[in-house]
C-alpha cells in the first residue's frame, strides 16, 4: 500500500508562489511516474504536471507551461510541484499520484494507481 501525502497549499495573492510537497511511504518512487491533478471549484479533476519514471521528462498542461515545474527528490521520496507567477484560475484542490504503469498517458486520471488526499490553493486578484 502506498500512501501520499500533500502539503503547502494555502492563500496566496496573485503574482505569488507556493511549492507543493507530496510525500510517498509504502514504496519508493524512484522508478515511479508522478502527476499533478488538479480540481477547480465547481469543475472537473485536470491535468497540472507529470514526471516520467527516469525523470527525464516533463509533462505540463498548456495553462502552466512555464510557470509551474514538477520535480522530484528520491532520497526524501518527495515529489514536488513549484508554482509561480500565480492567478486567479489556479484555485482548486491539488492533488498528487503515482504510477508504475507505461501503458497509457500521463495526461489521464485512469493511469494513476494512488492518489493523495488534496491540498486547497486559493489564489487572490
Known amino acids: 500500500q502506498v500512501q501520499l501525502v500533500e502539503s503547502g497549499g494555502g492563500l496566496v495573492q496573485a503574482g505569488g508562489s507556493l511549492r507543493l510537497p507530496c510525500a510517498a511511504s509504502?514504496?519508493?518512487?524512484?522508478?515511479?511516474?508522478m502527476g499533478w491533478f488538479r480540481q477547480p471549484p465547481g469543475k472537473e479533476r485536470e491535468f497540472v504536471a507529470a514526471?516520467?519514471?527516469?525523470?527525464?521528462?516533463?509533462y505540463y498542461a498548456d495553462s502552466v507551461k512555464g510557470r509551474f515545474t514538477i520535480s522530484r527528490d528520491n532520497a526524501k521520496n518527495t515529489v514536488y510541484l513549484q508554482m509561480n507567477s500565480l492567478r486567479p484560475g489556479d484555485t482548486g484542490v491539488y492533488y498528487c499520484?503515482?504510477?508504475?504503469?507505461?501503458?497509457?498517458?500521463?495526461?489521464?486520471?485512469?493511469?494513476?494507481?494512488?492518489w493523495g488526499q488534496g491540498t486547497q490553493v486559493t489564489v487572490s486578484s
Open positions: 514526471l516520467s519514471s527516469s525523470a527525464h521528462y516533463t
Open positions: 499520484a503515482i504510477t508504475w504503469s507505461y501503458g497509457g498517458s500521463y495526461y489521464s486520471t485512469a493511469v494513476y494507481i494512488y
Open positions: 509504502g514504496r519508493t518512487i524512484s522508478s515511479a511516474a
